[in-house]
């Protein structure tokens, strides 16, 4: 155990837990913004292996890692699209129908992996910023000036989310909508209108979010994001559907991922105590909704469609 | 305007009265234009992928059928597929019929394996009469528990069901790999996370005419009869229906309303359970195993039972029809990759396909229902 407690181990388990954190971050960032406008989409896990899949192929086909973000971004927007026509237009229920996203999407990625590369090639991924004497900086440098571009994204999105949400008009309406859509549509905020642009936003970010993976591991798999997009809409109540909360929460799961791997690599935990290990963030997970489920409540309008009584 | 009711207009009264008996003819089949409307949309949009991968969809269909029930030996496959479909897919009915959504299926599915093994295992000798049904309700039990937790946990704490039995489920994965590399492992040097060949005297009894079909298909209909004896021809299933339909009504009727979401999720996880202990105990290896991730030991049955059940109008007795379809479609799906090349993931990138259109369509189908003159009879978010 005294491997661990050392200042080299303890800043690399931290800076890859930040590293870790930032696919959380995006998703639950962006499904903070569809839920504020009370569409609840479950779909996150199938949308980010989407956007994982997109930024893969585009950056195998291109070699290009921006050209990967962008695919997985676009693919998060055609989805956004789908879901919004399905929950806004159609009226579907939201739970069950985010399952089928994620069926969807686990299907689907599967397929086109399968048919279009079959074997994994891997591809030059992320890389860290080299920001001069700021990265070489000793413990702070490897903390918070060597992670790639996307995580400085995702951190700098939560004030950016938190501004959005708080202090402009769109961020009101999105409010609105979410709590109250009756009083908001009398006020003349189109309501559907409003709710499918948040809609789009949060799938934007969810197929980011699954592109950082994709890009950070250098890989495509079946399931790659193995559960993370369902985590990262339990985050939304961690979080009380604040940015800095969900912050907070990622965080708290990237840290105790790596912490979980750091512990294996340093076979501190060996075998199959690891996995008893691995079950730590669920667990807590439950904790946090148990503790938070009566004290703040959801978006009053949350998963309820929204049609003008004539 | 109340449709079929005479208009003051007489030059409307005529196009009035023809809708009006068209909606008399149309009124039997409005209870299945979900799922033909789904079925339909499914399969184009399959076919439009097929076409995208150079397939012919009608040779890629036609593989897929023939590979699902051309032959004696397929239809029994595709039985032994559609019954974890079945027994998820009974418990999917119960809980929706609630109003609580249980995606918890997979976590509860691999706690009933867990536990009817864990059973077995303890009673190799019993004779298989007793062990059988043991292990089955050992099953039930594993099941059932792990889904009473977030069932009690949204009752009582008011924890959104649908995010902690997606929790339970992680937890579930990581329990049964730990069991399998630790305390379940079969004894030796090789370190492939399964158990030893279970007793055979809980082996599910193969059916006569020498296919792979065993009695598990027996178990998952007569659990689609007591559930639907449970929702529908008991005090008890009135109420969680009632529950489901409108909770505060409900409590202000003096209904249990706490102890029935309890109980829905209970029942809902013990029908997983025993689908946990049928894919152990009828599967050809006669082992739990947890070797290539915890989904190859479910075959995702968690989440493509609710895709059975939503198809089956979340009905217990039509939720057995359409597990078997959907069962086909995953065993035709290989043969399909066969002849086409196209991987048979298409499969369930079309069940994901089929559970937006069958809940996109059910404002349609109330529509028509309201046009064709019934109520709506469907309950809560489902």
């Known amino acids: 155990m005294s491997d661990f407690f050392t200042v080299s181990v303890l800043v690399a388990t931290l800076a890859s837990g930040i590293r870790l954190a930032t696919p959380f971050l995006l998703s639950a960032l962006g499904e903070t913004i569809g839920q504020r406008a009370g569409v609840l989409n479950l779909g996150v896990e199938g949308v980010m292996l989407i956007g994982a899949y997109a930024a893969y192929i585009t950056a195998l086909r291109t070699g290009s890692v921006v050209a990967g973000v962008l695919a997985a971004m676009g693919a998060g927007a055609l989805m956004g699209i789908v879901y919004a026509f399905i929950t806004v237009v159609m009226h579907a229920t939201q739970g069950i129908s985010g399952i089928g996203i994620f069926l969807f999407g686990l299907g689907f990625t599967d397929l086109l992996f399968r048919h279009q590369v079959g074997t994994p090639v891997p591809i030059d991924g992320l890389r860290g910023l080299d920001m001069g004497g700021l990265s070489d900086l000793p413990v702070v440098g490897e903390l918070f000036f060597q992670h790639s571009v996307l995580t400085y994204v995702a951190f700098a999105l939560v004030p950016v989310v938190w501004f959005a949400m708080n202090r402009t008009t769109f961020g009101l309406n999105v409010r609105a909508v979410g709590e109250t859509p009756e009083a908001a549509d009398t006020l003349g905020v189109r309501v559907n209108v409003v709710r499918t642009q948040a809609i789009i936003i949060g799938n934007v970010m969810a197929g980011l979010a699954g592109g950082t993976l994709a890009l950070d591991v250098g890989i495509f798999q079946q399931n790659l994001t193995s559960g993370q997009g369902f985590i990262a809409v339990a985050l939304v109540y961690f979080g009380a559907w604040r940015s800095s909360g969900v912050m907070a929460g990622a965080l708290l799961f990237g840290v105790v991922s790596s912490t979980v791997l750091q512990l294996k690599t340093l076979g501190i935990i060996v075998g199959a105590n690891s996995t008893i290990a691995a079950m730590a963030p669920a667990i807590l997970t439950i904790v946090v909704l148990v503790l938070v489920s009566r004290r703040i409540g959801a978006p009053s309008a949350l998963t309820v469609p929204f049609e003008r009584d004539n | ?382």
């Open chain 2, 1 to 382: 305007m109340a449709l079929g009711q005479l208009s003051a207009d007489p030059e409307e009264a005529a196009p009035e009265l023809a809708a009006g008996r068209l909606a008399r003819l149309l009124r039997p089949f409005v209870g299945i234009a979900v799922p033909a409307t789904a079925a339909i949309a499914a399969l184009l949009v399959g076919a439009a992928m097929l076409l995208a991968f150079g397939a012919n969809p009608l040779v890629a269909y036609r593989e897929l059928v023939t590979g699902a029930f051309g032959s004696a030996d397929n239809l029994a496959d595709t039985a032994v597929r559609a019954m974890p479909l079945a027994l998820v897919g009974v418990g999917i009915c119960i809980a929706f019929r609630t109003d609580v959504i249980n995606i918890g299926g997979e976590g509860q599915i691999i706690l009933g394996a867990i536990a009817a093994t864990v059973t077995s295992m303890a009673f190799d000798d019993v004779p298989r009469a007793l062990l059988v049904p043991m292990v089955i309700v050992a099953g039930a039990i594993g099941g059932g528990f792990w889904g009473a937790i977030p069932g009690a946990l949204k009752a009582y704490a008011g924890v959104n069901e649908i995010l902690s039995t997606i929790m339970m489920n992680l937890v579930a994965f990581h329990l049964l790999s730990f069991l399998l590399q630790d305390l379940l492992i079969e004894p030796g040097d090789i370190k492939i996370q399964q158990t030893r060949r279970l007793s055979e005297n809980a082996d599910l009894p193969l059916l006569p005419g020498g296919t792979r079909l065993h009695v598990g298909v027996l178990i998952a209909i007569l659990v689609a009869v007591l559930g639907y004896l449970l929702l529908f021809r008991s005090a008890l299933g009135m109420r969680l229906r009632s529950v489901g339909h409108n909770p505060d009504a409900s409590q202000y009727a003096g209904m249990a309303v706490r102890k029935s979401i309890t109980q829905a999720l209970a029942f809902s996880g013990a029908c997983c359970g025993i689908a946990g202990a049928v894919l152990v105990f009828g599967s050809e290896s006669h082992r739990l195993i947890g070797e290539g991730g915890a989904a190859a030991f479910t075959q995702n049955a968690g989440f493509n039972g609710i895709v059975a059940a939503l198809f089956g109008a979340l009905h217990p007795i039509f939720t057995v029809p359409a597990s078997f379809l959907f069962g086909g479609m995953l065993t035709g799906g290989s043969d399909m990759q066969r002849a086409t090349q196209v991987p048979a993931a298409l499969v369930v990138a079309l069940n994901g396909v089929v559970v937006v259109f069958v809940v996109g369509s059910l404002r349609l189908r109330d529509r028509l229902r309201t046009w064709a003159g019934g109520i709506s009879s469907y309950g809560g978010r489902a």
